[in-house]
């Protein structure tokens, strides 16, 4: 310090005391930034596969997957004890939090279930038709699959699908069921409101209703659909999509699939006499 400074009574800072902080280089600041911001979407990748990989099904065979046909064809071999075993493991995978009693009340039992295990021939949309007749009462001299009741909204046969297109295709394929009479009622696609449907349940004498789990509950709450006469429900249990998934392997489909299936009126009914009994048939 001169001479002058103190006789001018200067005395240092406390800036001047203290060591100086050289300021951080701009790019080290940006190298920071992109470091986290690298991390940040490593993290959401990593999260996005895990989520990924949870939806996919554990327990697919891809022997038994045919992706050309789209068809899991170990759905064939499976009787109905296997098949309700099936459907259980699923149901205690995809709500595990719940409990004994509540699984209880979603189990569908084996005497529900109709064996399809003797059908040799490929569970296709051709096959369809063909194999409803051989397991249904037309081929025990009972009720025609292209009958129905006078009174509207009363099917004799609900078949449940995963998608509004799959419920599409299901429909045309069975469109040799229909008459002037009687409609092959297709109850669910993607420009098919729930109005929409109403209205077509309310105006119609319909033998066969194709839908969704959502949609066909949707339509029971409302009391529109009558299961009052209803004789069969068939799973599309076989058919998968591009990710090798059926509608027993998505949560978002086999949690209502259950539910629809686990209603108070079709249990009491399933195993009942034969006028009243209602048979699962998983194709």
Do not use: C
């Amino acid at each position: 310090m001169s001479g002058s400074e103190v006789s001018q009574g200067g005395v240092p800072t406390a800036k001047a005391i203290l060591p100086s902080q050289p300021p951080e280089p701009p790019h080290s600041k940006k190298r920071k930034r992109d470091a986290e911001a690298s991390n940040t979407e490593g993290q959401r990748k990593s999260k996005k596969k895990k989520f990924k990989k949870a939806k996919k099904p554990k327990d697919i065979e891809d022997d038994a997957l045919d992706m050309t046909a789209r068809v899991n064809h170990a759905i064939a071999h499976m009787d109905s004890r296997l098949l309700a075993d099936h459907v259980a493991q699923r149901t205690k995978r995809f709500e595990s939090d719940l409990s004994l009693v509540e699984l209880e009340d979603r189990y569908i039992p084996e005497k529900a279930i109709l064996d399809t295990t003797t059908w040799e021939k490929p569970r296709d949309l051709a096959s369809l038709p063909e194999f409803l007749s051989q397991f249904s009462e037309q081929n025990k001299g009972g009720q025609k699959l292209s009958a129905a009741l006078k009174k509207n909204g009363r099917p004799h046969t609900i078949v449940v699908t995963g998608a509004g297109r799959r419920a599409a295709d299901l429909t045309r394929a069975l469109r040799k069921f229909q008459t002037k009479d009687t409609m092959v009622a297709k109850l669910f696609a993607k420009h098919i409101k729930l109005k929409e449907a109403v209205e077509t349940v309310k105006k119609n004498r319909i033998g066969i209703g194709i839908g969704t789990p959502q949609r066909l509950t949707a339509l029971l709450d409302d009391g529109v659909l009558s299961a009052a006469h209803l004789k069969r429900i068939v799973v599309d249990a076989s058919h998968i999509d591009i990710k090798k998934r059926g509608i027993l392997d998505m949560k978002e489909t086999e949690v209502p699939l259950v539910q629809l299936l686990a209603r108070e009126e079709f249990k009491n009914r399933y195993g009942g006499s034969s006028d009243e009994k209602i048979e699962l048939l998983f194709y």
